[in-house]
């Protein structure tokens, strides 16, 4: 069967840049599908995604002109039903065929095959294969309506019809063209109010020819490229946009470097057609504003690319992505320095009006500003954070940390109600660093107000002083206790108060900073700081820790087992987790570890039977040699665990244990342990009750048993 390449492209109006990446995949990928559905694909079938400002394309290779015929078995119903007692076909039966295009002619025909306990009639057809002109529209009419389009325009288009008239047209911009090409011939289907055809348009104001007409599917690049002055696919237009800006930072010089945001480089990816990079400046004198307040209004306000030097600081240099390539650029790079000098001018007026006001003078502006209606304004929320960062600082660092955590967060917040984070509420944290130190703090306070909001995402460096530490454990800690305390959990895809970032925030600073401290008594010294604004969520708050906890530790690589087997002990320090996973490793590795898991488990369902018989274990009330035999053991194996256990190394404490394993086997082959006599049994629990514990302050070994 011959194969011939395809190509289809929808011309349209701008589309969204932050969703034209998207787009154009989604566009790509359901179009293949549907078409390998319908088998008018081969074997080794690739697509290829197109995705410009103004176009969504697609180039499948290896497609045929119409699909081969389909053998089809169609189950109908049991036999029962659909042949009556003298093998005849009941009307259901009859119906039942007509509803496939066949009549009772049929009937000699079907098959009988087993169905589970009974027989069932089968009718064996051939489906005829779709023709591509057929298979391409429902293509295309699934891959349109199955867009991820952000929103929804509506517009009138004109009827195509004898009739005059509108007709209204629901797509993410107005479309004006449609293409599609098998080899060099157009396949005749509609979409959008458009028939398709082999022309489309090239770059707004640099296109060579207009229609830019393409001769064959395989010519799309390359013809819009020639003739059209445009770089249809988005990888090739990113990738050239990475290496003009690396060669615009050479050209000017060793001292040069650009800095690569991703989201700002695909973002411009989708606002041009054919890039151009240009260097632009501006004056010296905006570079006395914090660098992260001119990155910030360069990137996000106006694409811009800054360029620092060897040691990241700003440079008073930027680079542009123009969509055209004027043989006299002057004109396009005045244009771009006249836009960006007000936006630097308003971050140099914030910066300086901001410092007129010390960060402690608008302490009593948090007060104005609404935190939650349930929890208060910013106001009360920071003294609930000055409450809990000096309970922690004083268990941390005592009297001296307590003082500087308490100064730190009582000024944490303060930068909200500044003119600068009012327009950049990104640099919040950041902006009350730069003030603090404005104000004559120390480093040790700026650091702290401007790391408290760290981790901020997946990955993000965790805050550079223990001040700052505990300020930050402090925030985490009142945002999560208070929204755990008035039922404001998150639910699914939804966690406006991005409760799990703060729950994974504490975990990394409990375990990567290893501080001594408990979580349980974490969470209960949050809450008094809240009165009676909350109910006690304490528990379900710590389960939602543990949780996030059990997550990442099996994103790290450790299997669900052993991370359940440890943390069903709810160990109090959370930086003790990575050694106790290690520890269970290294035990059921052990040829010992499978019989003391299920011995541990045993042990565990009998007590859970017997609770409260158990009594302190009487040497003198050991009867069987098995009993006499593992506490002796006991006695020369528990005491160097418990020993090892205290010093914090567990594998060693597990491997001691592991020598345990002949006589918990033997006493369980010749001991029974729930005797007639209540004392002899009551010492039996009591033995177990004893190993048990010795057993199980790493994790929980029974949860190691298959």
């Given at each position: 069967m011959t194969t011939k390449n395809l190509l289809v492209e929808l011309f349209v109006e701008e589309l969204p840049p932050k969703a034209l990446k998207k787009l154009g995949d989604a566009f790509a990928g359901v179009l293949f599908e549907q078409l390998k559905a319908q088998g008018l694909t081969a074997a080794g079938s690739a697509v290829a995604p197109f995705a410009s400002p103004r176009r969504l394309a697609a180039h499948v290779t290896a497609v045929t002109e119409r699909a081969a015929d389909k053998s089809v078995s169609q189950k109908l119903m049991p036999v029962s039903v659909g042949l009556d007692a003298s093998g005849q076909p009941t009307p259901a039966l009859l119906k039942r065929l007509g509803a496939l295009g066949a009549d009772a002619s049929a009937v000699a025909g079907l098959k009988r095959a087993p169905d589970g306990k009974a027989e069932a009639l089968f009718y064996d057809s051939v489906v005829p294969g779709v023709d591509l002109a057929v298979g391409l529209q429902k293509a295309l009419d699934e891959a349109i309506t199955k867009l991820p389009i952000p929103k929804v325009m509506s517009y009138q288009l004109e009827t195509d019809c004898e009739l005059p008239g509108w007709s209204s047209v629901h797509f993410v911009r107005p479309a004006h063209g449609l293409v599609a090409l098998h080899g060099s011939s157009v396949v005749p289907v509609k979409a959008l109010g458009l028939r398709a055809g082999n022309g489309t348009q090239g770059h707004r104001f640099e296109a060579a020819k207009s229609p830019v007409?393409?001769?064959?599917?395989?010519?799309?690049?390359?013809?819009?490229?020639?003739?059209?002055?445009?770089?249809?696919?988005?990888?090739?237009?990113?990738?050239?946009?990475?290496?003009?800006?690396?060669?615009?930072a050479e050209r000017l010089g060793p001292g040069y470097e650009v800095l690569m945001d991703e989201a700002l480089l695909d973002e411009v990816t989708a606002l041009v057609e054919r890039p151009n990079v240009l260097t632009c400046g501006?004056?010296?004198?905006?570079?006395?504003?914090?660098?992260e307040c001119l990155i910030l209004t360069m990137k996000a306000n106006q694409k811009y690319f800054p360029l620092v030097d060897t040691h990241g600081k700003l440079t008073n240099q930027f680079l542009v992505v123009s969509n055209i390539s004027p043989i006299d650029a002057s004109a396009v790079i005045g244009g771009n320095e006249r836009v960006v000098r007000p936006r630097l001018a308003d971050a140099k007026f914030f910066f300086d009006q901001d410092r007129k006001k010390t960060l402690e003078s608008r302490v009593p502006a948090l007060s104005k500003v609404v935190y939650h209606n349930k929890l208060g304004t910013q106001g009360e929320r920071m003294e609930r954070v000055c409450a809990i960062a000096e309970t922690i600082g004083l268990q941390l660092g005592g009297p001296e940390l307590a003082a500087r955590s308490l100064l730190s967060a009582r000024l944490a917040k303060t930068d909200l109600v500044t003119d600068m984070v009012g327009?950049?509420?990104?640099?919040?944290?950041?902006?009350?660093?730069?003030?603090?130190?404005?104000?004559?703090?120390?480093?040790?306070?700026?650091?702290?107000?401007?790391?408290?909001?760290?981790?901020?995402?997946?990955?993000?460096?965790?805050?550079?002083?223990?001040?700052?530490?505990?300020?930050?454990?402090?925030?985490?800690?009142?945002?999560?206790?208070?929204?755990?305390?008035?039922?404001?959990?998150?639910?699914?895809d939804k966690d406006?108060?991005?409760?799990?970032?703060?729950?994974?925030?504490?975990?990394?600073?409990?375990?990567?900073?290893?501080?001594?401290?408990?979580?349980?008594?974490?969470?209960?010294?949050?809450?008094?700081?809240?009165?009676?604004?909350?109910?006690?969520?304490?528990?379900?708050?710590?389960?939602?820790?543990?949780?996030?906890?059990?997550?990442?530790?099996?994103?790290?690589?450790?299997?669900?087992?052993?991370?359940?087997?440890?943390l069903a002990l709810r160990p109090q320090r959370l930086a003790d987790v990575s050694q106790r996973l290690q520890a269970v490793r290294a035990f059921a590795a052990l040829p010992a570890a499978a019989a003391l898991a299920a011995a541990n488990k045993r042990i565990g369902n009998i007590l859970k039977k017997s609770e409260g018989?158990?009594?302190?274990?009487?040497?003198?009330?050991?009867?069987?040699?098995?009993?006499?035999?593992?506490?002796?053991?006991?006695?020369?194996?528990?005491?160097?665990?418990?020993?090892?256990?205290?010093?914090?190394?567990?594998?060693?404490?597990?491997?001691?244990?592991?020598?345990?394993?002949?006589?918990?086997?033997?006493?369980?082959?010749?001991?029974?342990?729930?005797?007639?006599?209540?004392?002899?049994?009551?010492?039996?629990?009591?033995?177990?009750?004893?190993?048990?514990?010795?057993?199980?302050?790493?994790?929980?070994?029974?949860?190691?048993?298959?």
């Open positions: 007409l393409l001769a064959d599917a395989d010519s799309y690049a390359q013809t819009l490229l020639t003739d059209g002055s445009v770089i249809a696919s988005f990888n090739d237009r990113r990738f050239a946009i990475v290496q003009q800006l690396a060669q615009a501006f004056e010296e004198q905006f570079l006395e504003v914090p660098q327009e950049f509420p990104e640099l919040q944290g950041i902006m009350g660093g730069y003030y603090a130190r404005h104000d004559g703090l120390s480093d040790d306070i700026a650091f702290a107000i401007e790391d408290h909001y760290k981790p901020r995402f997946a990955g993000d460096e965790l805050p550079r002083t223990m001040t700052g530490v505990v300020v930050a454990l402090a925030d985490k800690l009142e945002t999560l206790v208070g929204m755990f305390g008035i039922g404001n959990l998150p639910t699914g406006p108060f991005a409760l799990r970032r703060h729950a994974l925030g504490v975990i990394r600073m409990l375990v990567e900073k290893d501080l001594p401290l408990d979580l349980q008594g974490l969470l209960a010294g949050a809450a008094p700081a809240f009165g009676d604004r909350i109910t006690d969520a304490t528990a379900a708050l710590a389960d939602f820790i543990y949780d996030r906890l059990a997550g990442g530790l099996r994103e790290q690589g450790a299997s669900a087992q052993e991370v359940d087997a440890v018989e158990g009594v302190a274990v009487q040497e003198s009330r050991l009867v069987e040699a098995a009993e006499k035999d593992l506490f002796a053991a006991m006695q020369k194996t528990v005491p160097a665990a418990d020993a090892e256990f205290a010093n914090g190394d567990y594998t060693a404490s597990l491997m001691t244990l592991a020598a345990l394993r002949a006589p918990v086997d033997a006493f369980f082959d010749g001991v029974m342990v729930n005797a007639e006599d209540p004392a002899l049994r009551a010492n039996r629990l009591g033995l177990l009750k004893q190993l048990h514990e010795a057993m199980n302050r790493v994790a929980d070994l029974s949860r190691l048993a298959t």
